[in-house]
Each structure stands twice: as C-alpha cells, then as structure tokens.
C-alpha cells in the first residue's frame, strides 16, 4: 500500500526566509515522488519529480527537494521565500508506474509575510 | 497553444440535475484525466483515459460517466448530481500514462450541488 502524509496545513514564513514544506511517503517498492504547486484559481503546476536518479532533486523557481529513504521523506525547500511562492503546495507519490496510481496529500497552504 | 482549457468555470446544480464538464487539450497529449479536489483533502482520480478509445476507472468514478470524444476532447458527465458531488474538478493531460509524465492541467471548474 501506499501513502502519503503532508505535515502542517498552513506554514507561514516571512519573506526571505527558508521554506520547509514537510512530506512523508509510505511504500513497499522504491517509489516516485512529486511536488505540484497550486496557484489561486489555477491548476496544478509540477514543481519536481524524485524518479530514482538523483536523491536531491531541483524545480522550478528555485525549489529543491531531497529524497530520504531512511527517513521516507521528501521535504520541499527553497533557501529564500519571495511574495510570488504563496500558493498550495502538494506532495505525491507512486508506487507504480501507472499515473492512474499517483496518491496526492491534502496540500500545504504557503504564506508569506512581508 | 492555449495547454488545457475547461468549461465551465463555474456551475451551480440541484440535486438531480445532469450536466456534462467539457476539458480539451492542444498539446497532442495522448492520456487525459478528471479529478475532484476538495478541502483538506488531495486530488483524487474519476476516470482517466490512456490513449484515444480507452476510459477506465479511477478511484471514485461512482457517480460519473466519461467520454473520450476524439484525442483533443475528455468530457465528465453527471447524470443526477448529488450535494456529494460539490467540488472543484480538474481535467489534466499527459504525453503517455507513466506516473513519470508529466501531467498538464486544467483552472478547473467549481461546482456546487445544492
């Protein structure tokens, strides 16, 4: 079974500070792992996509996330937030090679403070 | 290139009602998918299409109906709405149907069913 855990709804940083957005992943096989941001009334965006290469994994905007198989985590950071980040941020994650398989988490929701 | 575009943007139902959502992609994608979002909560998968001619099942498809109208078209039907139904749908599209390709997707359209 597979499954996937975003801890903390709502994360508020100031502008220019480390974003942290936590995302643990439950699977019996190596899986792969997402990060999708959504903008308001937008559709989700691939910010990263973790496929078995290599563990840390850069996007989009600065963003990076690396994947820990100890720790079955795949944390998203970015070093210094900006205003245009604000958005939901949810985690993924496949034990198949299927899109049909993909599980998302319940999302993150990013401010920043100015 | 316009990506994926839905319609409506917004739709209000009572219950019973029937309505249909259109998605089209340009992109030359060959799968398309339908999922529903709501708060607190990840996407989760209606139906999705692999390829032109083919709809299968996603993890709550009961409800619903698909049709796959050409390789551009995927359209979700609701043949008697239920206030359970109220959610924002997302249509998306990808290349092929491997977790690893990337999916594009939709603004989505709100519906409540009242």
């Known amino acids: 079974a597979q499954s996937v855990t975003q801890l903390g709804s709502h994360v508020s940083v100031s502008e220019g500070a480390l974003v942290l957005l936590r995302c643990n992943y439950s699977?019996?096989?190596?899986?792969?792992l997402f990060w999708y941001v959504q903008y308001p009334n937008q559709g989700l965006q691939l910010l990263l996509k973790y496929t078995s290469a290599a563990t840390l994994v850069k996007g989009i905007n600065g963003f990076e996330a690396e994947f820990k198989k100890s720790e079955t985590s795949f944390h998203l950071t970015k070093p210094s937030a900006h205003m245009s980040d604000a958005a939901e941020y949810f985690c993924?994650?496949?034990?198949?090679?299927?899109?049909?398989?993909?599980?998302f988490g319940s999302g993150t929701r990013l401010s920043i403070r100015p | 290139n316009a990506g994926v575009t839905q319609t409506p943007k917004f739709q209000v139902l009572k219950t019973g009602q029937s309505m249909t959502l259109q998605c089209a992609q340009d992109?030359?994608?060959?799968?398309m998918y339908w999922y529903r979002q709501d708060p607190g909560m990840g996407l989760r998968l209606i139906y999705y299409?692999?390829?032109?001619?083919?709809?299968d099942k996603g993890e709550v498809p009961n409800g619903y109906n698909v049709s796959r109208l050409n390789k551009r078209e995927f359209s979700l039907r609701l043949e008697s709405a239920a206030p359970s139904q109220t959610s924002v749908y997302f249509c998306?599209?990808?290349?092929?149907?491997?977790?690893?390709?990337?999916?594009?997707f939709g603004p989505g359209t709100r519906l409540t069913v009242t």
């Open positions: 299409s692999a390829s032109e001619g083919t709809t």
């Open positions: 998306a599209s990808s290349v092929g149907q491997g977790a690893v390709d990337e999916q594009y």
């Open positions: 699977s019996s096989v190596p899986p792969y």
């Open positions: 992109m030359n994608h060959n799968s």
């Open positions: 993924a994650v496949s034990s198949y090679s299927s899109a049909s398989k993909i599980i």
